[in-house]
């Protein structure tokens, strides 16, 4: 069963086509997994070998191509017609140098007549390589590549209400999930065993709905490696008294996610930890009030950063990003981001994982929340007390 209605998708094309045309661009090939999801529904691990939807405005319906041994997976997940779904056979991915998937893609735009168009690439995605982009200028030396990066991925931007139920429903999963986490953090408890059930909890989901494996591994550090944003847990550590802990996760369903992280002390936090908790709390609530549609995302982050200022203190990074359908390696959607200079316009149902972190001297301070913009403001998706946890 797909996961929308087959109108849900053809809304989405249709946006695609209309970007597109923007652009000036005739066909667009797709090749981040998570776009190909949105556009074609998609659905399968098979993002470790090329791969790609392809979109004309000649086209009613996308093209998606797939390894013949993903066929039964495509014809399952897309909404599309058989025809429209094509494998190519594994003799595409023996000799890359020789025969390569992209000519494959090459010779299929040749049937098609799309072969001297002006065809967008995401050239920046994560699973597009420098050599399909040279297979493809060898195969389409008529063709005028543009680079489309980010175009499907603005388009998902705005979420639809059954997109925004599956957050949530994210949400639920990741709340149960750090609740849990939280009350087995104790002295003499083995890092990776918190882990352990942290997966657990990820993937069993709710009880009435089941959870999928994240984008990104869970984030949670301890002791001094809380100074450090993207560690996960050792493999042979423990749990100590007088210990920092930080816990990035998040739940994920139908591909959706919703990030949550929290900060937890083992003993009497000190004065410092206790002082940078208030100030990341204070400096997320007054960010979050500044939320509303009609203001840019610099001037978010501004209140943010005019908050911890006061305090003397300073975060260079970005503290928010767009969040939602998405596989890894990150479930990051890669547009807007709460950052100086990002001139992005708020909008009702954009959806962002706000991420206040501040890593100082020997340890560091997370707390987040996965918010939508409404009408009138943003309201959390993720809903777990704002606070330093004291074990």
Not at 24 to 47: F, H, K
Not at 121 to 139: G, I, P, Q, S
Not at 288 to 298: Q, S, W
């Given at each position: 069963?797909?996961?929308?209605?087959?109108?849900?998708?053809?809304?989405?094309?249709?946006?695609v086509?209309?970007?597109?045309?923007?652009q000036?661009?005739?066909?667009?090939?797709?090749?981040?997994?998570?776009?190909?999801?949105?556009?074609?529904?998609?659905?399968?691990?098979?993002?470790?070998?090329?791969?790609?939807?392809?979109?004309?405005?000649?086209?009613?319906?996308?093209?998606?191509?797939?390894?013949?041994?993903?066929?039964?997976?495509?014809?399952?997940?897309?909404?599309?017609?058989?025809?429209?779904?094509?494998?190519?056979?594994?003799?595409?991915?023996?000799?890359?140098?020789?025969?390569?998937?992209?000519?494959?893609?090459?010779?299929?735009l040749?049937e098609?007549?799309l072969?001297?168009?002006?065809?967008?690439?995401?050239?920046?995605?994560?699973?597009?390589?420098?050599?399909?982009?040279?297979?493809?200028?060898?195969?389409?030396?008529?063709?005028?590549?543009?680079?489309?990066?980010?175009?499907?991925?603005?388009?998902?931007?705005?979420?639809?209400?059954?997109?925004?139920?599956?957050?949530?429903?994210?949400?639920?999963?990741?709340?149960?999930?750090?609740?849990?986490?939280?009350?087995?953090?104790?002295?003499?408890?083995?890092?990776?065993?918190?882990?352990?059930?942290?997966?657990?909890?990820?993937?069993?989901?709710?009880?009435?709905?089941?959870?999928?494996?994240?984008?990104?591994?869970p984030?949670?550090?301890?002791?001094?490696?809380?100074?450090?944003?993207?560690?996960?847990?050792?493999?042979?550590?423990?749990?100590?008294?007088?210990?920092?802990?930080?816990?990035?996760?998040?739940?994920c369903?139908?591909?959706?996610?919703?990030?949550?992280?929290?900060?937890?002390?083992?003993?009497?936090?000190?004065?410092?930890?206790?002082?940078?908790?208030?100030?990341?709390v204070?400096?997320?609530?007054?960010?979050?009030?500044?939320?509303?549609?009609?203001?840019?995302?610099?001037?978010?982050?501004?209140?943010?950063?005019?908050?911890?200022?006061?305090?003397?203190?300073?975060?260079e990074?970005?503290?928010?990003?767009?969040?939602?359908?998405?596989?890894p390696?990150?479930?990051?959607?890669?547009?807007?981001?709460?950052?100086?200079?990002?001139k992005?316009?708020?909008?009702?149902?954009?959806?962002?994982?706000?991420?206040?972190?501040?890593?100082?001297?020997?340890?560091?301070?997370?707390?987040t929340?996965?918010?939508?913009?409404?009408?009138?403001?943003?309201?959390?998706?993720?809903?777990?007390?704002?606070?330093?946890?004291?074990?």
């Amino acid at each position: 069963m797909l996961p929308f209605d087959v109108i849900e998708y053809k809304e989405r094309v249709r946006k695609v086509k209309a970007s597109m045309e923007e652009q000036g661009l005739e066909v667009l090939l797709i090749t981040d997994p998570a776009n190909m999801n949105y556009v074609s529904g998609y659905d399968a691990l098979s993002y470790y070998v090329p791969q790609g939807v392809i979109i004309s405005t000649e086209l009613e319906e996308p093209v998606c191509i797939v390894r013949l041994q993903d066929l039964y997976c495509a014809t399952e997940t897309t909404w599309m017609t058989q025809e429209n779904v094509i494998p190519y056979p594994d003799k595409y991915l023996w000799e890359p140098k020789n025969l390569h998937v992209m000519d494959f893609i090459g010779d299929f735009l040749k049937e098609k007549g799309l072969h001297n168009k002006k065809i967008g690439l995401e050239m920046d995605a994560y699973y597009f390589t420098a050599h399909w982009y040279h297979r493809l200028e060898k195969c389409l030396p008529d063709a005028t590549f543009i680079d489309a990066t980010s175009l499907v991925n603005w388009v998902r931007g705005q979420k639809s209400v059954r997109e925004l139920e599956y957050m949530q429903i994210a949400a639920r999963i990741v709340e149960k999930t750090m609740y849990n986490a939280i009350e087995k953090i104790i002295p003499g408890v083995r890092e990776r065993d918190v882990a352990a059930g942290v997966y657990h909890d990820l993937v069993e989901g709710t009880g009435v709905y089941g959870g999928e494996y994240p984008s990104l591994s869970p984030i949670m550090p301890a002791g001094e490696r809380t100074a450090g944003a993207h560690f996960s847990w050792t493999t042979e550590g423990k749990y100590q008294s007088n210990q920092l802990v930080y816990m990035e996760l998040s739940g994920c369903y139908k591909r959706y996610h919703a990030p949550l992280t929290r900060t937890i002390y083992i003993g009497e936090p000190p004065e410092k930890v206790l002082e940078t908790t208030k100030i990341v709390v204070e400096g997320l609530n007054t960010a979050l009030a500044a939320v509303k549609p009609g203001v840019t995302c610099e001037e978010v982050e501004r209140a943010w950063q005019t908050t911890i200022n006061k305090y003397g203190l300073e975060k260079e990074s970005r503290m928010g990003y767009t969040v939602g359908l998405s596989y890894p390696p990150v479930w990051s959607e890669d547009t807007a981001y709460f950052k100086p200079g990002e001139k992005t316009v708020l909008k009702p149902n954009l959806t962002f994982h706000m991420m206040p972190g501040m890593w100082l001297d020997g340890y560091g301070v997370a707390i987040t929340e996965t918010i939508r913009v409404t009408e009138t403001g943003c309201e959390t998706i993720t809903r777990f007390p704002r606070e330093l946890f004291i074990k």
